[in-house]
């Protein structure tokens, strides 16, 4: 903390006279100059024994300079202070104190100068202790751990945005102001950006996170540290750059799981029965997998594109009729006959080849998926003998029942002949 005229009083038993004595000092002049002001760079404490005149035109040229105090010997020249000095000063806001013959000038620039170096240590050192916390925090709570200890240690608010400006994560919410034009101009800069603004009189730092621009971390606290927020800003990176590595290996390890399933090989963690479902997002939690650009859900039920019920050998097939109900418009692949506008004959067309032994054994096989042992014991016959009807079909209609095509085509067909 910078060391104020008032605390220089305290420590050194200087008197205040008069004025504002609550400013900081920068750093320490004495002078008995007439006009120092060409000297002068502003935040001084200014020392003089009062060898020339130091009235009122004194006084207004040391606050037009943007001195803060001025300390006034006793003792040499003026064994008290000039009471037109004292009024001066106390109409204009400068802090002013005496400092008497026994506290020389000397000790006065000492005070200041080591009050001075304290706080230029101070600075890295609480940076340094930040760091260490806000690390700390990330190994042990992640990225929301981080803006948590960010908002503690600067005792003010902060938030994580994402891309779009949505909060992912708040400490102090209620403190939070409105950031939407700030986070326009920063959006409209392009690339890495920062921006320090002062917001309903609190100063705020606002830090985009990374080169892919993946949010903006926002803090806001009446004395706030920019290279503190900047540490937890480095940090938060570096957190969600490992959050997209990890994403994407899941990602793949569930992509790579998905093509076992449609080649035929079980996975674990999937339930006995499920629909396969073609999805705009994927679920929170339950399988789901990437594939030629589909997002494929597994699950009993799911908002999306539905295949039939399959169970973990029957992916493939699942995932086949989810794309033909996707590409039909219709919901469920169940609703698929029922929904789809036929030109008229299309069933007679269709099934003219086949009697009507091959067509009861189709429609029987084709509604158990072209499971064999079901559908033959539903028709009560055995199995081979099943298969003989759906080989002679198969030859009377000249096409190969291993498309999924046809199966649909034959699926409508069959539903649409008794219509």
Not at 236 to 260: I, M, P, Y
Not at 379 to 402: I, K, M, P, Y
Request: aromatic share 6%; charged share 25%; glycine share 10%.
């Amino acid at each position: 903390m910078p060391i104020t005229v008032d605390d220089l009083a305290r420590s050194l038993g200087l008197p205040v006279l008069a004025g504002d004595v609550s400013r900081p000092v920068a750093r320490v002049h004495g002078t008995e100059l007439a006009n120092p002001t060409p000297f002068l760079e502003g935040g001084e404490l200014l020392l003089t024994t009062g060898l020339t005149e130091v009235g009122e035109s004194y006084v207004e040229r040391l606050v037009r300079a943007g001195v803060v105090g001025l300390g006034f010997g006793t003792g040499l020249s003026h064994d008290v202070v000039p009471a037109a000095l004292v009024e001066a000063a106390g109409r204009t806001g400068l802090g002013l104190v005496e400092v008497p013959r026994g506290v020389p000038f000397i000790a006065i620039s000492k005070a200041v100068s080591k009050a001075l170096a304290a706080d230029e240590y101070a600075a890295p050192v609480r940076t340094s202790e930040a760091q260490r916390a806000l690390t700390r925090a990330a190994l042990r709570s992640g990225v929301g751990g981080v803006v948590r200890r960010l908002g503690q240690w600067i005792d003010g608010w902060a938030v994580l945005l994402d891309a779009d400006g949505r909060p992912v994560h708040v400490h102090n919410a209620r403190l939070v102001p409105d950031l939407s034009a700030e986070l326009a101009r920063l959006k409209g800069a392009g690339g890495l950006a920062s921006a320090a603004v002062e917001l309903d009189g609190v100063p705020v730092v606002l830090q985009v996170l990374g080169s892919r621009a993946r949010g903006v971390l926002a803090a806001g606290a009446a004395r706030l540290e920019p290279g503190i927020v900047t540490t937890a800003a480095s940090l938060l990176t570096l957190a969600l750059a490992r959050n997209d590595a990890v994403d994407a290996a899941h990602r793949e390890l569930r992509s790579c799981q998905f093509r076992l399933l449609l080649a035929g090989l079980p996975v674990d963690g999937l339930p006995s029965r499920f629909r396969v479902f073609l999805a705009d997002e994927p679920p929170a939690d339950g399988f789901w997998a990437e594939h030629d650009g589909d997002v494929v859900v597994l699950a009993e039920e799911f908002d999306g594109f539905a295949s039939s019920e399959v169970d973990a050998s029957e992916v493939d097939r699942g995932y086949r009729e989810a794309r033909q109900a996707r590409q039909a418009g219709i919901r469920r692949f169940e609703d698929f006959a029922g929904n789809v506008t036929l030109p008229a004959g299309f069933a007679e067309a269709v099934l003219r080849p086949l009697d009507e032994e091959s067509r009861a054994a189709l429609e029987v096989w084709l509604a158990h998926h072209g499971a064999w042992d079901p559908a033959a014991a539903e028709l009560g016959v055995h199995r081979h003998t099943l298969r003989n009807r759906v080989r002679r079909a198969e030859q009377a209609l000249g096409r190969s029942l291993d498309s999924p095509g046809v199966r649909a085509e034959l699926w409508l067909a069959l539903h649409r002949e008794g219509q």
